[in-house]
């Protein structure tokens, strides 16, 4: 079975840094796009970024200068560096991804549980 988790979550001060890691598990063919998400209590999800299998990067525009987001298809791993964080960025940030694997051949979209970020003095 093909399982994401995220970790790197906790709480930061505003104006610091943090970096979101999540890995794939299973047995995977390849991973199509990866992304993250993020949801604040009483908000629904939003994108934050999104990443091809190609390298190319998206960014909403409320995160863009801010965070990067990364890849490494060797580790099945996706990055998300958060810089000069806000308390708006408090969320729950969710990993995403479109893996192919042998029960899911044409890709499949699987989800993290989520990790817990707090910006906060």
């Known amino acids: 079975q093909v399982q994401l988790v995220e970790s790197g979550g906790g709480l930061v001060q505003p104006g610091g840094s943090l970096t979101l890691s999540c890995a794939a598990s299973?047995?995977?063919?390849?991973?199509?796009?990866m992304g993250w998400y993020r949801q604040a209590p009483g908000k629904q999800r939003e994108l934050v970024a999104y990443?091809?299998?190609?390298?190319?990067?998206n960014y909403a525009d409320s995160v863009k200068g801010r965070f990067t987001i990364s890849r490494d298809n060797a580790k099945n791993t996706v990055y998300l560096q958060m810089n000069s964080l806000k308390p708006e960025d408090t969320a729950e940030y969710y990993c995403?991804?479109?893996?192919?694997?042998?029960?899911?051949?044409?890709?499949?979209?699987?989800w993290g549980k989520g990790t817990l970020v707090t910006v906060s003095s």
């Open positions: 995403n991804g479109n893996i192919k694997s042998p029960g899911n051949f044409y890709g499949v979209d699987y």
């Open positions: 299973g047995t995977i063919f390849s991973i199509n796009r």
């Open positions: 990443i091809s299998s190609g390298d190319r990067p």
